[in-house]
């Protein structure tokens, strides 16, 4: 190994450049004792060495130095000199509580911030908050026991009947009813009581932002830069609005985009049902089996594949539907399933999305009859002419969809036209991400963002996008494009909710009275944020408001996705702020779950190609999931979670952060509370390194030239060297996981081996060999404080704090040119790291021997021969005296014999006292 100062070998590939694209030469080490916080107060003086160092305290401790100093915060001026690093961080959601794969997630990219910091760029690492969506208005009905009523007058001296009915839902029931303004009020009031919660934890956690740099995404300035994005969506022809099926939530009465469904198996039921040939076939039937039989009235069409034989004479002919008697076309189409219940399906406006497709391309009727209550319409259905389907629909009116099955399905028994009994079946069913209830289709009225869906060109685009972002790990990329390929309908963007970021369009309301949607009033850029619901648009009166020649507001939100998708904006100064903008744009990274590839990473590519023809970021991070002892996935609503407060209080913020850095990018953890064996390894490492750095530091200085020069202490430092760049390759390929692991194991035979061979000389008379040993100790201590800090944040601090008045966290990641100034000029060509690898065996070898003589390790041995290969005999013997010191032995032979070491002839001496 080449440990030439002069030569210097930059081992690994270099940092990655941010914003270039370009590799940069590694940064050069900064003197020693330059103050690295730009900006910050310095301690005078190091802090006295603890009699007993602890964990306990640390995080109080050090978030309030590091708040202080701002040891953290972005500089500008160093960001122009040096370069920027860019994060894009996931907004937590502030409603509830965050749980452990909060911290797990949030700590891998915590570690990349803190490698990029040291290895020499200014990091741009915010906090945002999102606070708007159903998860706020949920938890606010439930913790204050309101609903919203927008009919209702705001009341200025509203005080709500509850505070903090936490674990358990208030029934809708018994909830007060109060105005949208007041409702907005209690969810901007419990945000922010949220938010002060959440930096209290990643502050513990130790997370490194800059906490100047935070967001909400209910702020009046996210508000403005969503409205700001959308409006210029609008005028491209990118945003548009359209009555069409929509998926809809009836419980929450909002409709839902693709993004947000799930399937859920639920259980139901196949009804055979009966349909009547016309013509000359009047005495035939086809037999379709479906799971929705209370959509017969809405029923348009039967369906098969045309390449099926049982139902090719029966495309271009008719039936009539059973009950209803409504004559209806049966059509071919490539979506239907021959294998599927009977192979052929009646089409209904609308029971699923694969009904929507068909209506679309088909151009079918619609024949609506769900209402967005989730209840049978009361409306004149005039398609129905028999009088008995009139008398049979009339009497599903006002029903939900399940009393009006049973209806149903009791009057087609009744008729004969049922079948057989309905067969059980387990199916999916598509279900709103959030809700509790299975979702219908109904028609209305929403704004959409063209996503590629219906557009060949951009969703091509979207998909080369996807290939130019660097993935780690690589293979989260397919669910990307499986994801773009698998679009049918482009991004559905309102919302019929209320706390959340208002469209902000006005509608013409015309001489007659009629709402003009074809026309949508917008107002200035420069006026932005407006609230249509509250506010008139320019050049009308309030009093105009619902009046023919007046106007109507937009009472529809964005959806949450449309806001978040603008996390790079809403970060980085957009339009408000262009210089940190054009300093920070675009990011570097955005770390992310891997459940939400399809809505927050996919949206924001969207956006960012909308808006300025680029990806928003160079690189994106994928974490994996946390997992029960069974394997389950941690979540809110299957109560499995785990609040991360007790175990950070009860093992330190060192522990839980060395368990998360323990796993790879996209690995699952499995997570065990009654039993975190992998945090309490982190706890012991984080107690190691307090007691190891005191004892190192208690053999006292070595002169101010020294420098190491004995065989075992070069190879030390010459072992440490491969450390050094296996980490940082590691690093530099988004592998933390990698890089802990051997900057860990070399920690332990540091610890374990180095320091117990070499502290007899540590101590010793001899000056040279003293200061060798000295300046090796010291040079590693102060190396792998650096490997760790990104991992071990408090107690590296802790320690780096007794011999700097600088934090460890603002200096420049070690290299192999550093470390080789620390050896004698003479000693660095052809270093290698084997002396001390050989006599660390050796060491093994003699406590084993001791072991299987069940005798203690201080038992003294007489005389001992040591076996070995040649080449390794021979490097054991450059620390003959140092191996001799270590294993109490007064006299060592070694013999170059054997495969493996050995010791023979072994004789130890009583062990006094």
């Given at each position: 190994?080449?440990?030439?100062?002069?030569?210097?070998?930059?081992?690994?590939?270099?940092?990655?450049?941010?914003?270039?694209?370009?590799?940069?030469?590694?940064?050069?080490?900064?003197?020693?004792?330059?103050?690295?916080?730009?900006?910050?107060?310095?301690?005078?003086?190091?802090?006295?060495?603890?009699?007993?160092?602890?964990?306990?305290?640390?995080?109080?401790?050090?978030?309030?130095?590091?708040?202080?100093?701002?040891?953290?915060?972005?500089?500008?001026?160093?960001?122009?000199?040096?370069?920027?690093?860019?994060?894009?961080?996931?907004?937590?959601?502030?409603?509830?509580?965050?749980?452990?794969?909060?911290?797990?997630?949030?700590?891998?990219?915590?570690?990349?911030?803190?490698?990029?910091?040291?290895?020499?760029?200014?990091?741009?690492?915010?906090?945002?908050?999102?606070?708007?969506?159903?998860?706020?208005?949920?938890?606010?009905?439930?913790?204050?026991?309101?609903?919203?009523?927008?009919?209702?007058?705001?009341?200025?001296?509203?005080?709500?009947?509850?505070?903090?009915?936490?674990?358990?839902?208030?029934?809708?029931?018994?909830?007060?009813?109060?105005?949208?303004?007041?409702?907005?009020?209690?969810?901007?009031?419990?945000?922010?009581?949220?938010?002060?919660?959440?930096?209290?934890?990643?502050?513990?956690?130790?997370?490194?932002?800059?906490?100047?740099?935070?967001?909400?995404?209910?702020?009046?300035?996210?508000?403005?830069?969503?409205?700001?994005?959308?409006?210029?969506?609008?005028?491209?022809?990118?945003?548009?609005?359209?009555?069409?099926?929509?998926?809809?939530?009836?419980?929450?009465?909002?409709?839902?985009?693709?993004?947000?469904?799930?399937?859920?198996?639920?259980?139901?039921?196949?009804?055979?049902?009966?349909?009547?040939?016309?013509?000359?076939?009047?005495?035939?039937?086809?037999?379709?089996?479906?799971?929705?039989?209370?959509?017969?009235?809405?029923?348009?069409?039967?369906?098969?594949?045309?390449?099926?034989?049982?139902?090719?004479?029966?495309?271009?002919?008719?039936?009539?539907?059973?009950?209803?008697?409504?004559?209806?076309?049966?059509?071919?189409?490539?979506?239907?399933?021959?294998?599927?219940?009977?192979?052929?399906?009646?089409?209904?406006?609308?029971?699923?999305?694969?009904?929507?497709?068909?209506?679309?391309?088909?151009?079918?009727?619609?024949?609506?009859?769900?209402?967005?209550?989730?209840?049978?319409?009361?409306?004149?259905?005039?398609?129905?002419?028999?009088?008995?389907?009139?008398?049979?629909?009339?009497?599903?009116?006002?029903?939900?969809?399940?009393?009006?099955?049973?209806?149903?399905?009791?009057?087609?028994?009744?008729?004969?036209?049922?079948?057989?009994?309905?067969?059980?079946?387990?199916?999916?069913?598509?279900?709103?991400?959030?809700?509790?209830?299975?979702?219908?289709?109904?028609?209305?009225?929403?704004?959409?963002?063209?996503?590629?869906?219906?557009?060949?060109?951009?969703?091509?685009?979207?998909?080369?996008?996807?290939?130019?972002?660097?993935?780690?790990?690589?293979?989260?990329?397919?669910?990307?494009?499986?994801?773009?390929?698998?679009?049918?309908?482009?991004?559905?963007?309102?919302?019929?909710?209320?706390?959340?970021?208002?469209?902000?369009?006005?509608?013409?309301?015309?001489?007659?009275?009629?709402?003009?949607?074809?026309?949508?009033?917008?107002?200035?850029?420069?006026?932005?944020?407006?609230?249509?619901?509250?506010?008139?648009?320019?050049?009308?009166?309030?009093?105009?408001?619902?009046?023919?020649?007046?106007?109507?507001?937009?009472?529809?939100?964005?959806?949450?996705?449309?806001?978040?998708?603008?996390?790079?904006?809403?970060?980085?100064?957009?339009?408000?702020?262009?210089?940190?903008?054009?300093?920070?744009?675009?990011?570097?990274?955005?770390?992310?779950?891997?459940?939400?590839?399809?809505?927050?990473?996919?949206?924001?590519?969207?956006?960012?190609?909308?808006?300025?023809?680029?990806?928003?970021?160079?690189?994106?991070?994928?974490?994996?999931?946390?997992?029960?002892?069974?394997?389950?996935?941690?979540?809110?609503?299957?109560?499995?979670?785990?609040?991360?407060?007790?175990?950070?209080?009860?093992?330190?913020?060192?522990?839980?952060?060395?368990?998360?850095?323990?796993?790879?990018?996209?690995?699952?953890?499995?997570?065990?509370?009654?039993?975190?064996?992998?945090?309490?390894?982190?706890?012991?490492?984080?107690?190691?390194?307090?007691?190891?750095?005191?004892?190192?530091?208690?053999?006292?200085?070595?002169?101010?030239?020294?420098?190491?020069?004995?065989?075992?202490?070069?190879?030390?430092?010459?072992?440490?060297?491969?450390?050094?760049?296996?980490?940082?390759?590691?690093?530099?390929?988004?592998?933390?996981?990698?890089?802990?692991e051997v900057t860990e194991s070399f920690f332990w035979t540091f610890c374990d081996d180095y320091i117990e061979i070499v502290k007899e000389r540590a101590y010793s008379d001899d000056a040279a060999g003293r200061d060798s040993a000295l300046v090796t100790l010291r040079t590693a201590l102060d190396v792998l404080l650096r490997l760790f800090a990104?991992?071990?944040?408090?107690?590296?601090?802790?320690?780096?704090?007794?011999?700097?008045?600088?934090?460890?966290?603002?200096?420049?990641?070690?290299?192999?040119?550093?470390?080789?100034?620390?050896?004698?000029?003479?000693?660095?060509?052809?270093?290698?790291?084997?002396?001390?690898?050989?006599?660390?065996?050796?060491?093994?070898?003699?406590?084993?021997?001791?072991?299987?003589?069940?005798?203690?390790?201080?038992?003294?041995?007489?005389?001992?021969?040591?076996?070995?290969?040649?080449?390794?005999?021979?490097?054991?013997?450059?620390?003959?005296?140092?191996?001799?010191?270590?294993?109490?032995?007064?006299?060592?032979?070694?013999?170059?014999?054997?495969?493996?070491?050995?010791?023979?002839?072994?004789?130890?001496?009583?062990?006094?006292?």
């Amino acid at each position: 190994m080449c440990l030439r100062a002069s030569a210097v070998c930059w081992c690994g590939s270099p940092p990655v450049g941010a914003h270039s694209g370009t590799p940069q030469t590694p940064p050069a080490p900064r003197p020693r004792s330059a103050a690295h916080i730009e900006g910050a107060r310095k301690v005078t003086e190091p802090a006295a060495i603890p009699d007993k160092p602890a964990l306990e305290g640390l995080e109080a401790k050090w978030n309030a130095r590091w708040e202080e100093q701002g040891t953290f915060h972005f500089n500008r001026e160093a960001a122009r000199a040096k370069g920027v690093y860019s994060v894009d961080t996931p907004p937590p959601t502030a409603s509830g509580s965050l749980h452990i794969g909060h911290v797990f997630s949030y700590t891998h990219t915590d570690v990349i911030a803190r490698y990029q910091r040291a290895a020499g760029h200014e990091v741009f690492y915010p906090m945002g908050w999102d606070d708007n969506g159903l998860p706020t208005e949920r938890r606010v009905q439930n913790y204050f026991g309101v609903r919203c009523d927008p009919t209702l007058p705001y009341d200025p001296g509203f005080e709500p009947p509850l505070h903090g009915a936490e674990g358990r839902s208030v029934r809708a029931a018994d909830q007060r009813p109060i105005s949208r303004r007041n409702f907005i009020e209690l969810c901007e009031r419990l945000t922010v009581e949220d938010e002060q919660q959440f930096e209290h934890l990643w502050r513990m956690v130790g997370l490194s932002v800059d906490w100047s740099q935070t967001y909400r995404t209910i702020s009046d300035e996210s508000i403005a830069a969503s409205q700001r994005a959308f409006l210029r969506n609008l005028a491209r022809g990118e945003a548009y609005q359209a009555d069409a099926p929509t998926l809809w939530d009836v419980t929450f009465r909002t409709a839902v985009a693709q993004a947000e469904l799930e399937d859920r198996e639920r259980d139901g039921a196949y009804h055979a049902l009966a349909f009547h040939r016309t013509g000359d076939h009047e005495d035939e039937d086809v037999v379709i089996e479906t799971t929705r039989p209370e959509l017969l009235p809405a029923c348009v069409a039967l369906v098969a594949h045309p390449d099926d034989e049982r139902y090719q004479p029966l495309f271009g002919t008719t039936v009539r539907t059973p009950l209803f008697d409504v004559e209806v076309p049966v059509l071919p189409h490539r979506l239907a399933q021959p294998d599927k219940g009977s192979g052929i399906a009646m089409i209904c406006t609308f029971g699923d999305v694969t009904d929507v497709v068909w209506w679309r391309e088909l151009h079918l009727p619609n024949r609506t009859i769900i209402g967005q209550d989730g209840r049978i319409l009361d409306l004149d259905p005039t398609w129905i002419t028999d009088p008995h389907g009139r008398e049979v629909f009339g009497e599903l009116v006002g029903k939900t969809v399940f009393s009006a099955q049973k209806a149903v399905v009791e009057a087609l028994r009744a008729s004969g036209e049922l079948l057989g009994d309905p067969k059980p079946i387990h199916h999916p069913v598509k279900f709103f991400e959030k809700g509790d209830r299975p979702l219908e289709i109904v028609s209305t009225r929403q704004w959409y963002i063209r996503n590629g869906a219906n557009d060949p060109e951009l969703r091509a685009t979207l998909k080369r996008r996807g290939d130019e972002l660097q993935w780690h790990p690589a293979f989260m990329h397919v669910r990307y494009d499986n994801w773009v390929d698998g679009l049918n309908s482009d991004w559905l963007v309102s919302r019929q909710r209320y706390f959340g970021v208002p469209i902000p369009v006005w509608y013409p309301v015309l001489a007659d009275g009629t709402v003009d949607h074809d026309h949508p009033i917008a107002p200035a850029e420069a006026d932005l944020p407006v609230d249509p619901s509250s506010q008139a648009p320019k050049g009308f009166a309030e009093a105009q408001r619902g009046e023919p020649g007046g106007f109507v507001g937009e009472v529809d939100v964005l959806d949450t996705w449309a806001t978040s998708s603008l996390t790079p904006q809403l970060a980085g100064g957009w339009e408000r702020d262009p210089e940190l903008w054009d300093l920070v744009a675009p990011y570097d990274l955005r770390p992310q779950a891997q459940d939400i590839i399809r809505t927050w990473l996919f949206s924001t590519v969207l956006r960012s190609e909308l808006e300025d023809h680029r990806l928003p970021w160079a690189h994106t991070t994928i974490s994996g999931f946390i997992v029960d002892p069974d394997r389950k996935k941690m979540s809110k609503s299957k109560g499995n979670v785990v609040t991360p407060l007790g175990l950070l209080e009860q093992y330190s913020a060192d522990a839980v952060r060395y368990w998360a850095s323990a796993y790879k990018l996209g690995t699952d953890a499995a997570f065990d509370p009654h039993n975190p064996k992998q945090i309490k390894v982190g706890r012991r490492l984080a107690i190691k390194i307090l007691n190891a750095a005191k004892f190192v530091l208690g053999f006292g200085e070595p002169a101010a030239d020294a420098r190491s020069t004995l065989p075992i202490d070069v190879s030390l430092l010459a072992a440490l060297s491969d450390v050094v760049t296996q980490a940082t390759k590691a690093f530099d390929a988004y592998d933390h996981a990698r890089a802990l692991e051997v900057t860990e194991s070399f920690f332990w035979t540091f610890c374990d081996d180095y320091i117990e061979i070499v502290k007899e000389r540590a101590y010793s008379d001899d000056a040279a060999g003293r200061d060798s040993a000295l300046v090796t100790l010291r040079t590693a201590l102060d190396v792998l404080l650096r490997l760790f800090a990104p991992f071990i944040v408090y107690a590296t601090e802790e320690v780096y704090s007794w011999t700097h008045t600088e934090s460890v966290h603002r200096q420049p990641w070690p290299t192999v040119s550093e470390i080789a100034e620390a050896i004698a000029p003479d000693r660095r060509e052809g270093a290698d790291d084997g002396v001390f690898q050989a006599v660390s065996d050796a060491l093994i070898t003699f406590r084993r021997a001791k072991t299987e003589a069940k005798v203690k390790m201080r038992t003294p041995i007489v005389t001992a021969t040591l076996h070995g290969p040649a080449d390794r005999v021979r490097l054991a013997a450059q620390a003959l005296d140092d191996l001799r010191s270590v294993t109490k032995a007064q006299h060592v032979e070694l013999a170059e014999d054997g495969t493996e070491f050995t010791i023979s002839d072994v004789a130890f001496a009583p062990l006094e006292g």
